[in-house]
């Protein structure tokens, strides 16, 4: 199911939640929505998942609005970042609710995925920890089956054994079934390894969606010890993002493929020189820096 936001704007009051989005995600691929707490994360994940209503724009599910669409909303399912269960159920009763809600639920995953996780079904919710309940979460959503899933901080709570199993079964639904993933969160670091494509919010406003593979292909790190420190120029040609000198060496952060700034580096004459990749963290911190926003208010590790 393709799903795509078209300049979409939500306000509450006098505040502009969300400021003409757009993103688009595709079939069988795992995209990150990152940014601070604030940046309008939540409010745009809960208007693709037909909670909220925009004030402009338009969200669609293969051309299908999805705001108060059965239909839509049936192959489409929303984990927020405290899930939510009846009071005093347990996990049963809850799969009860979630199989009477989406025709895609099964039994037969529904206790594969407890016996995986080890949980008890008759425990009561309001007798369970955050990451057992977030666990919970996880066991109802991916008995459904939907083909389109919306995770807003989805590995709060989780101790590092039971996140790799979550993800390797997203991972799994992803490749087997062409599930799409929104995952929304603040951790660049925790999103590397596990997204195709990302985009990062600010105050609502949508600053970059690229291709995760691309976004690290196009920028490097560049190390490089002179004799004499290069001129002006050599920044200008190497189209620095930053720089920084210690004593005979200077470490810039620069876009381009390898060969094209192997080229100019060597035009300078250097002693020795290196070209290392960046982690997606040091990307955003100058790509951000870049469009003139404090990164401080942009990454929390």
Same mark, same amino acid.
């Given at each position: 199911?393709?799903?795509?936001?078209? *300049?979409?704007?939500?306000? $509450?009051?006098?505040?502009?939640?969300?400021?003409?989005?757009?993103?688009?995600?595709?079939?069988?691929?795992?995209?990150?929505?990152?940014?601070?707490?604030?940046?309008?994360?939540?409010? $745009?994940?809960?208007?693709?998942?037909?909670?909220?209503?925009?004030?402009?724009?338009?969200?669609?599910?293969?051309?299908?609005?999805?705001?108060?669409?059965?239909?839509?909303?049936?192959?489409?399912?929303?984990?927020?970042?405290?899930?939510?269960?009846? /009071?005093?159920?347990?996990?049963?009763?809850?799969?009860?609710?979630?199989?009477?809600?989406?025709?895609?639920?099964?039994?037969?995953?529904?206790?594969?995925?407890?016996?995986?996780?080890?949980?008890?079904?008759?425990?009561?919710? /309001?007798?369970?920890?955050?990451?057992?309940?977030?666990?919970?979460?996880?066991?109802?959503?991916?008995?459904?089956?939907?083909?389109?899933?919306?995770?807003? *901080?989805?590995?709060?709570?989780?101790?590092?054994?039971?996140?790799?199993?979550?993800?390797?079964?997203?991972?799994?639904?992803?490749?087997?079934?062409?599930?799409?993933?929104?995952?929304?969160?603040?951790?660049?670091?925790?999103?590397?390894? $596990?997204?195709?494509?990302?985009?990062?919010?600010?105050?609502?406003?949508?600053l970059i969606n690229?291709?995760?593979?691309?976004?690290?292909?196009?920028?490097?790190?560049?190390?490089?010890? $002179?004799?004499?420190?290069?001129?002006?120029?050599?920044?200008?040609?190497?189209?620095?993002?930053?720089?920084k000198i210690k004593?005979?060496?200077?470490?810039?952060?620069?876009?381009?493929?390898?060969?094209?700034?192997?080229?100019?580096?060597?035009?300078?004459?250097?002693?020795?020189?290196?070209?290392?990749?960046?982690?997606?963290?040091?990307?955003?911190?100058?790509?951000?820096?870049?469009?003139?926003?404090?990164?401080?208010?942009?990454?929390?590790?």
């Amino acid at each position: 199911m393709n799903v795509k936001a078209i *300049e979409v704007t939500k306000s $509450f009051d006098r505040y502009q939640a969300v400021r003409e989005a757009t993103l688009e995600l595709e079939p069988g691929t795992i995209h990150g929505l990152l940014g601070s707490n604030g940046a309008g994360k939540t409010t $745009f994940l809960k208007l693709l998942a037909g909670i909220y209503r925009a004030d402009s724009g338009q969200i669609l599910y293969d051309k299908r609005e999805v705001y108060e669409n059965t239909a839509v909303k049936e192959a489409m399912l929303f984990m927020p970042d405290i899930p939510y269960f009846f /009071n005093y159920s347990n996990l049963i009763e809850m799969a009860g609710f979630y199989k009477e809600s989406y025709p895609g639920f099964s039994d037969s995953r529904f206790h594969q995925l407890v016996k995986l996780l080890k949980l008890n079904p008759k425990q009561r919710f /309001n007798r369970m920890s955050k990451g057992m309940k977030r666990q919970a979460a996880f066991i109802l959503s991916l008995s459904c089956h939907p083909q389109v899933l919306l995770l807003d *901080e989805p590995f709060d709570g989780l101790d590092p054994v039971v996140r790799h199993t979550i993800k390797n079964l997203l991972i799994q639904d992803v490749s087997n079934h062409q599930m799409s993933i929104l995952v929304s969160s603040h951790n660049l670091r925790e999103m590397e390894d $596990f997204c195709d494509s990302i985009s990062i919010m600010h105050e609502g406003t949508m600053l970059i969606n690229r291709e995760l593979d691309s976004l690290k292909r196009d920028h490097c790190k560049v190390q490089a010890a $002179f004799e004499t420190l290069p001129p002006e120029s050599f920044y200008r040609d190497l189209k620095a993002l930053d720089r920084k000198i210690k004593g005979r060496v200077v470490t810039c952060i620069t876009a381009g493929s390898d060969s094209h700034i192997e080229e100019i580096i060597t035009k300078y004459h250097p002693l020795m020189y290196d070209i290392l990749p960046l982690t997606l963290e040091e990307i955003f911190t100058y790509e951000m820096g870049g469009h003139g926003y404090a990164i401080e208010n942009i990454i929390v590790e």
